[in-house]
């Protein structure tokens, strides 16, 4: 075991530059280590696991390395944030570097830590196809990754998620990287209603993101299937959707193929619509859970 963390530690190595800490170190079957994830956050490690204990061989691993190592439980039914396994405790937020671009996390904050380092290559291209002057709206927001990477080439963002602690983080990861928030927009809710507001009133951007969760339930209890209403959610963000623009559409469900996830945006968005998909980061080396379809107007 440790031979195998050793050769997919050692595969990764090119991918850790003075830009870029944020990397997955081992990623589960990807490098014969089923129900094992492995990141590093900077200095600090992060594993993750399916199954409710470490084995020894990988504490020793993590232990002789020298580094801050939390540990997470993979269990969707009981969400906690990470516990510390070796090395000295995170007690505060700290920053990490992606392609040039800070961002903050906390091994505090819960089940996630603050970025979806799955999206690393969909960031990169968020910022390559922004520019000064365009206008980017990004829906289910997070912590706003994808915003600063727009702002990063200039771009005006909107930034729309649902929690106001989340959308405080995103103003302190555009301060983290030198932005002024206030130069950018922030809007507190549901993304179908935003959408149909930013249409009645004449609001058109020229990229957006829309990334929901898998399964989501708004304010007044309406329940979001990414199965059954992706393609409803692609049909409004397409009515402020700028001529010439593009959107980026993702979902982790793992029951969906890209094909029937195609199938079902191209159903409800007007004709001439082009699509194309992108892999997963090349650190991710197990199933490619990740769907991302990118369209183009």
């Known amino acids: ?78 969400k906690e944030s990470p516990t510390l396994l070796c090395g000295e405790a995170v007690g505060e937020p700290f920053t990490v570097m992606e392609n040039s671009i800070r961002f903050e996390i906390s091994f505090q904050s819960g089940y996630s830590q603050g970025i979806f380092l799955d999206q690393r290559d969909n960031r990169a291209e968020v910022r390559r196809r922004s520019a000064a002057g365009t206008r980017i709206l990004n829906t289910f927001a997070y912590t706003g990754a994808f915003s600063v990477a727009a702002a990063m080439a200039g771009a005006e963002t909107t930034t729309l998620d649902l929690s106001q602690p989340y959308l405080d983080w995103a103003r302190r990861n555009f301060s983290l990287n030198g932005m002024d928030p206030a130069a950018h927009h922030f809007c507190k809710g549901d993304t179908f209603h935003w959408l149909r507001r ?11 993101v829309l990334d929901p969760p898998t399964f989501s339930r708004d304010e007044k209890g309406r329940v979001f299937r990414v199965e059954e ?28 193929s890209p094909g029937a996830f195609e199938r079902q945006l191209l159903e409800r968005l007007p004709r001439g619509i082009q699509a194309s998909h992108a892999d997963m980061p090349a650190d991710f080396t197990d199933a490619p859970y990740l769907k991302s379809v990118w369209l183009q107007s």
Not at 50 to 64: H, K, S, Y
Not at 198 to 208: C, E, L, P
Not at 247 to 256: A, G, K, Q, S, W
């Open 1 to 78: 075991m440790r031979e195998l963390i050793d050769a997919a530690v050692a595969r990764r190595k090119p991918l850790l530059t003075h830009e870029n800490n944020l990397v997955r170190l081992v990623d589960g079957a990807g490098d014969g280590l089923p129900d094992l994830f492995l990141e590093s956050y900077a200095d600090r490690l992060l594993l993750s696991t399916t199954v409710p204990r470490v084995e020894p061989a990988v504490r020793g691993w993590l232990e002789r390395s020298g580094r801050t190592c939390y540990w997470k439980r993979l269990d969707q039914h009981q």
């Open 229 to 256: 209403d992706f393609g409803e959610l692609a049909a409004l963000a397409a009515e402020v959707l700028a001529p010439g623009g593009w959107m980026l559409c993702c979902t982790n469900f793992r029951r969906m």
């Open 198 to 208: 930013f249409a009645k009133q004449g609001r058109r951007f020229d990229g957006i």
